[in-house]
T-cell receptor
Framework: ELKVEQNPLFLSMQEGKNYTIYCNYS?????LYWYRQDPGKSLESLFV?????AVKQEGRLMASLDTKARLSTLHITAAVHDLSATYFC?????????FGKGTSLLVTP | DSGVTQTPKHLITATGQRVTLRCSPR?????VYWYQQSLDQGLQFLIQ???????AKGNILERFSAQQFPDLHSELNLSSLELGDSALYFC????????????FGQGTRLTVV
């Protein structure tokens, strides 16, 4: 059974600081997705990582994938309040996306 | 707006009842996925269809069933509802399988009372 573990599950950080969210998974896969969810809202696709060493950046967020270590990271640079949300990583296995429990991020002034 | 449409947005029903949730995928997408999101279980994969055929099953209860129609819209049927079935149900679609991005609808919030 594929396990997807995110840490931390809760993160409170000050504006302007940097931080990294980690996503570990237990089975070989070269498909890793990051989503953002605002409270009561849908999931918004942030990044699709489809190969070892893939790195993608959008604004203050950068995601990377190391398939050998079964690890993906989501790095936040100079956080701003608008980034407050829950971030999920999801691993593709056969036909399903398997989600981690999510990281609730709160950015404070 | 992801282009995936789910109806209804909210649904309140009594235990023991049956409901149908509907999903229209993005134009051109062949795959539809159903997920259940609850506080205690997180996001659970239920079932996937590709071009009308069931492709994968996850943690879907026997009381639940789904289908994808020739026009590619999908319905998730939930029967003999229990309080624990209260959750947010998401539909997602992608062009093919998981090598392409999956886009999520706004979800249907089901409350069983």
């Amino acid at each position: 059974e594929l396990k997807v573990e995110q840490n931390p599950l809760f993160l409170s950080m000050q504006e302007g600081k940097n931080y990294t969210i980690y996503c570990n998974y237990s089975t070989t896969s070269d498909r890793l997705y990051w989503y953002r969810q605002d409270p009561g809202k849908s999931l918004e696709s942030l990044f699709v990582l489809l190969s070892n060493g893939a790195v993608k950046q959008e604004g203050r967020l950068m995601a990377s994938l190391d398939t050998k270590a079964r690890l993906s990271t989501l790095h936040i640079t100079a956080a701003v309040h608008d980034l407050s949300a829950t971030y999920f990583c999801a691993v593709g296995l056969i036909y399903a996306l398997n989600f981690g429990k999510g990281t609730s991020l709160l950015v404070t002034p | 707006d992801s282009g995936v449409t789910q109806t209804p947005k909210h649904l309140i029903t009594a235990t023991g009842q049956r409901v149908t949730l509907r999903c229209s995928p993005r134009s051109g997408d062949l795959s539809v996925y159903w997920y259940q999101q609850s506080l205690d279980q997180g996001l659970q994969f239920l079932i996937q269809y590709y071009n009308g055929e069931e492709r994968a099953k996850g943690n879907i209860l026997e009381r639940f069933s789904a289908q994808q129609f020739p026009d590619l819209h999908s319905e998730l049927n939930l029967s003999s509802l229990e309080l624990g079935d209260s959750a947010l149900y998401f539909c997602a679609s992608s062009y093919r399988g998981l090598n392409t991005e999956a886009f999520f609808g706004q979800g249907t919030r089901l409350t069983v009372v």
